[in-house]
């Protein structure tokens, strides 16, 4: 699976059961970056999608064990550590903020395990600069 | 944009005489008062090496009949020690700035001095911190918006917080109802910290929700609360000073020791015959002599 997740500065993604930012452009662009391929979430975040763009969304609330290779996962507030073994791809947006966070991006994309493929910056609705980084899993 | 933000406050002037009471109020020694309640400061835990503290389960104490859908903002006036008080504003994307921000040196809030220190960021120790923060509702140089805060208050602690809300609202563009009050004990003029409200209105809380007491301190250094005097804390005294003194370097053969910035203090590192000492004290104790250049 590929995962897709939105951290802060800090790897920070959650805030008193809140995500901690949104952007719609930033919500096309996952879109974009799926290429009509499945994309799954659960509830909470499909709330936010709307229904515009739900052509390729499927929900569920435990959809990391349903997601098979090459399906992409929206990720907001799960751990994705224990589903590791299964991820190919993360595609990691950052806000380039600095939020309060009490639910962090857990990978360590430093280890040596993954290779950044790319990284590429986009101008969001209510987001000066967010970054978007792909890494591969060696 | 000052006229639009006139006649939004205007337009809610019932709304912002209900929060007066709250707003001007003196706080009495070792209470703190949290939106309608009043709380002991006590049940403040002490700073722990996190900027904020989560108070009633980070769930902010806003009444119903205070969520409106018409942007206001309202200040405390300084109380007879010139300390600030609540800041309150439902913050909309109208009361946003469109400029950027103009200077505030001139304001000189309450404990305020300028002072710096090398482990401080910026090394400023303090900053003039604004209650209801300039990106949210474009207040400048208002005394009644601005605390002495430390830089780590202001950076690490409120800065975030005040982040949620503006990208929220910039996103959104519903409204997000905000409540800031420092909190100082007894006759200090440096506050304690500042308790941080907030709540969004449109879909009541579901974006933004919290209740936090930001500490104001700064890690490696003391203050006195009550007249806003610094110092650097004891075990960063002796870090600096042996940063700046560093160790002494005796050579064990020519019983001569090289003190940092002596001629040959630096080959000394290498050499065969190093002996540490902490102190020139030791080192002639031990028999040894200063090196002439």
Redesign the interface.
Known sequence: MIVIVCVDEKKGMMFHRRRQSQDRLLREDIIKQCRGKRLYMNQYSYEMFGENEDSIIIVSENFLEQAGKGDYCFVENQDISRYLENVQEIIIYHWNRRYPADMYFMIDLANGNWKLVKEEELKGSSHEKITREVYKKK | MRCRKISCQCAVLFICCMFLTACTYVLPKDKVQIGQEITNLKDIPDYSGVP?TEING?VPQFSEDELTENSFETYSNLDSLQRCGTACANIGTDLMPVEERGGIGQIKPSGWHTVKYDNVDGKYLYNRCHLIGYQLSGENANEKNLITGTRYMNVEGM???E??VA??V???ANHVLYRVTPVFEGNNLLAKGVHMEALSVEDQG?????N?FVYNVQPGVYIDYLTGESSLEKADIEQTQNRIEGEIRGNARSKIYHCPGQAAYDKMADSKYLVIFKSEQEAEDEGYRKAKR
Request: proline content about 6%.
């Open positions: 904020y980070n800065l975030p917080f982040n949620l990208d929220y910039k996103e959104t579901e974006g933004i929700s919290y936090v």
